[in-house]
C-alpha cells in the first residue's frame, strides 16, 4: 500500500469520527440550558432567545463563513476537525499548524502537511488542557502578585503571534502578504466594520492568488 492510499485510509477515519464529535460537541454544549430548564425551571422567553442569537448572529455570521476557508489551506482538514472542537483557533491552533509545518519542512495542502499539522495541533491541545487546569488551581492567584509591567504585556501575546504568522508566510508570498496588509489597513484607518474586511482581505488575496497562479502557469507553458 503506497503513501497516497494509506494517507486516504487515514482521512476517512478522521472524517467519520471528526463527524461524530463535533455533532456530539454540538449536542453537549445545550446540556447547561437543558440542566438550567428541566432541575431549576429557568427559562428565557423564546423573543429573548431569538433577539440575542439574531444580535451574537450579526457579529460573527462572517466568520462562520470566512474563517473555515481562511484557515482550512493552513490546517488541513484533520486540522479544522480538531480545531473547531477544542477552540483557540486564530490564537493557538492555526500559529502552531503553520509553525509545525514549517519546522518539519513540508507544505501546506500536501499529505505530509496534513500529518504534521495533526501531530503538531494534537500536542497543543494536550499542552493547553494542562496549563488550563494548572492555571485554573493557580493562575488568578500568580497573576495577581505580578507586577504591572509584566500584566500590561499580555495584551500584546496575540498581536505578536499574528505578526509572527504574517512574517512567516510573507516570506513565501511577500506580494501576496503586501496586498493583504494594505486591505486591512485601510479597511481599518476607514473605520469599516469588521464583516466587510475579514472578507475583504480573504477572498481579495484568495483572487489575487489564482491570477497571478494563473499568469505564472501561463509563463512557464510560453517559455
Same mark, same amino acid.
Given at each position: 500500500?503506497?503513501?497516497?492510499?494509506?494517507?486516504?485510509?487515514?482521512?476517512?477515519?478522521?472524517?467519520?469520527?471528526?463527524?461524530?464529535?463535533?455533532?456530539?460537541?454540538?449536542?453537549?454544549?445545550?446540556?447547561?440550558?437543558?440542566?438550567?430548564?428541566?432541575?431549576?425551571?429557568?427559562?428565557?422567553?423564546?423573543?429573548?432567545?431569538?433577539?440575542?442569537?439574531?444580535?451574537?448572529?450579526?457579529?460573527?455570521?462572517?466568520?462562520?463563513?470566512?474563517?473555515? $476557508?481562511?484557515?482550512?489551506?493552513? %490546517?488541513? @482538514?484533520?486540522?479544522?476537525?480538531?480545531?473547531? &472542537?477544542? !477552540? +483557540?483557533?486564530?490564537? #493557538?491552533?492555526?500559529?502552531?499548524?503553520?509553525?509545525?509545518?514549517?519546522?518539519?519542512?513540508?507544505?501546506?495542502?500536501?499529505?505530509?502537511?496534513?500529518?504534521?499539522?495533526?501531530?503538531?495541533?494534537?500536542?497543543?491541545? $494536550?499542552?493547553?488542557?494542562?496549563? %488550563?487546569? @494548572?492555571?485554573?488551581?493557580?493562575?488568578?492567584? &500568580?497573576? !495577581? +502578585?505580578?507586577?504591572? #509591567?509584566?500584566?500590561?504585556?499580555?495584551?500584546?501575546?496575540?498581536?505578536?503571534?499574528?505578526?509572527?504568522?504574517?512574517?512567516?508566510?510573507?516570506?513565501?508570498?511577500?506580494?501576496?502578504?503586501?496586498?493583504?496588509?494594505?486591505?486591512?489597513?485601510?479597511?481599518? %484607518?476607514?473605520?469599516?466594520?469588521?464583516?466587510?474586511?475579514?472578507?475583504?482581505?480573504?477572498?481579495?488575496?484568495?483572487?489575487?492568488?489564482?491570477?497571478?497562479?494563473?499568469?505564472?502557469?501561463?509563463?512557464?507553458?510560453?517559455?
Amino acid at each position: 500500500m503506497d503513501k497516497n492510499q494509506v494517507y486516504k485510509t487515514f482521512i476517512k477515519g478522521i472524517i467519520f469520527w471528526g463527524r461524530i464529535t463535533l455533532l456530539v460537541a454540538f449536542a453537549l454544549s445545550f446540556i447547561p440550558a437543558l440542566y438550567l430548564k428541566v432541575v431549576h425551571g429557568v427559562m428565557p422567553p423564546i423573543s429573548i432567545i431569538l433577539k440575542d442569537f439574531g444580535l451574537i448572529a450579526s457579529i460573527v455570521v462572517v466568520s462562520w463563513i470566512v474563517e473555515p $476557508i481562511a484557515y482550512f489551506p493552513i %490546517l488541513g @482538514i484533520t486540522g479544522t476537525y480538531m480545531a473547531w &472542537l477544542s !477552540g +483557540n483557533i486564530s490564537n #493557538l491552533r492555526v500559529p502552531v499548524s503553520a509553525m509545525s509545518q514549517e519546522a518539519a519542512g513540508v507544505k501546506e495542502g500536501t499529505p505530509e502537511g496534513d500529518i504534521v499539522s495533526t501531530l503538531g495541533m494534537g500536542i497543543s491541545v $494536550i499542552i493547553n488542557l494542562v496549563v %488550563l487546569v @494548572i492555571g485554573v488551581f493557580f493562575g488568578v492567584k &500568580l497573576i !495577581g +502578585n505580578l507586577p504591572p #509591567l509584566i500584566t500590561t504585556a499580555f495584551e500584546y501575546i496575540l498581536p505578536a503571534v499574528f505578526g509572527a504568522v504574517l512574517a512567516s508566510f510573507s516570506l513565501r508570498g511577500p506580494k501576496l502578504a503586501a496586498f493583504a496588509f494594505t486591505v486591512a489597513l485601510v479597511f481599518s %484607518l476607514l473605520r469599516l466594520p469588521m464583516w466587510i474586511v475579514l472578507p475583504s482581505c480573504v477572498f481579495g488575496t484568495i483572487v489575487l492568488g489564482v491570477v497571478m497562479f494563473n499568469r505564472e502557469s501561463k509563463r512557464k507553458i510560453s517559455c
